[in-house]
């Protein structure tokens, strides 16, 4: 008999990555969606059909319980959140409400289920913020520099009580930044990207960017999402740090992308923003995945070279298409 999976946020990069993911494997997919005023299920348009979308919101415990009854699901995915660190700043409270009680909402849901119900948690790299050692690995003490970074330690730790106090299958997975064409322009790797389609396209000049000597440890969302299936398929419930092991500054990845499209002297297209720089800056993140890799079995296929690689060809094809159909219609 097939599995069935509930995920929150499937409208999200990785939520319609592990949507792709759980269908290729046989499951029944239901998917938790907040009702708004503008279509945004543009990243599973693909496959919309093969799965059953539930209403509900993190913030509205009596709709997350319906939605876990409707599903009966075998599997939780929670990967729903304000997930913008530099909204954050501007929407701390709501920050809070979504990314922290919204995931003791969840697992309250799951809890009540009449059946037992395997619960995966979303955790961040940005719960280790101001870092007390490199690299940083499940036992790294937490030293958040954002109120999404905040929220995060909480939904991490309550996921872990959970776990302790009701003896539930309620894994976290912290999880160092993974990108991808589906990733929002919003944040500053797709922003990047699409600004470079642009620039070697004729389309824009300038690109505003913040913090450049600011390092990540980026990855691929399609890898990651296998990381979270995989951890539920464990006999015992865990928490793994699920990263590359490199880090990167955002200079690198200019570089790259520039590179990319022939355009060697980015620098006089890149100016820096005051408006982009965090109150409180996250200097260097790079995760150790040993855990991951030895006991899960997982590596990153993607490399770091070929992550930016895709992602600018993503944004010139779209940015082509776009230009060409503004055209059509002028």
Request: charged fraction near 25%; hydrophobic fraction near 40%.
């Amino acid at each position: 008999m097939s599995k069935s999976a509930l995920i929150t946020g499937i409208t999200g990069q990785d939520g319609s990555y592990l949507a792709e993911l759980l269908l290729e494997k046989g499951y029944k997919v239901y998917g938790l969606i907040r009702r708004t005023s503008i279509v945004i299920d543009q990243r599973i348009d693909k496959f919309i059909n093969e799965v059953e979308l539930i209403d509900g919101d993190l913030l509205d415990q009596l709709s997350l319980v319906k939605a876990v009854q409707i599903s009966q699901p075998d599997e939780i995915y929670n990967l729903a959140a304000q997930s913008f660190v530099q909204t954050s700043w501007q929407q701390p409270a709501l920050t809070g409400e979504y990314t922290a009680l919204g995931v003791t909402k969840m697992l309250e849901a799951a809890r009540l289920l009449n059946k037992p119900v395997k619960f995966y948690q979303a955790s961040s790299s940005e719960m280790f913020g101001k870092v007390v050692e490199v690299p940083q690995k499940e036992t790294t003490p937490f030293y958040p520099r954002s109120p999404y970074g905040v929220a995060k330690v909480y939904g991490h730790w309550i996921t872990v009580n959970y776990r302790e106090s009701y003896n539930m299958f309620a894994v976290s997975g912290i999880l160092f930044n993974h990108e991808s064409p589906r990733r929002g322009l919003e944040f500053v790797t797709r922003k990047i990207t699409n600004a470079v389609a642009r620039i070697k396209l004729g389309l824009q000049d300038e690109l505003r960017l913040g913090n450049l000597d600011a390092r990540r440890d980026w990855g691929f969302a399609g890898d990651y999402v296998k990381a979270m299936w995989l951890m539920l398929q464990e006999e015992e419930p865990d928490d793994y740090v699920i990263a590359t092991g490199e880090t990167h500054a955002v200079k690198e990845f200019l570089d790259l992308a520039f590179n990319h499209v022939g355009i060697k002297d980015w620098e006089k297209h890149v100016k820096l923003d005051q408006r982009y720089f965090r109150p409180a800056e996250v200097d260097l993140l790079v995760g150790d995945p040993t855990k991951a890799r030895e006991k899960l079995g997982w590596e990153p296929s993607v490399s770091f070279p070929e992550l930016v690689g895709m992602m600018v060809e993503a944004d010139l094809a779209f940015n082509k298409y776009s230009a060409a159909k503004a055209s059509l219609l002028a």
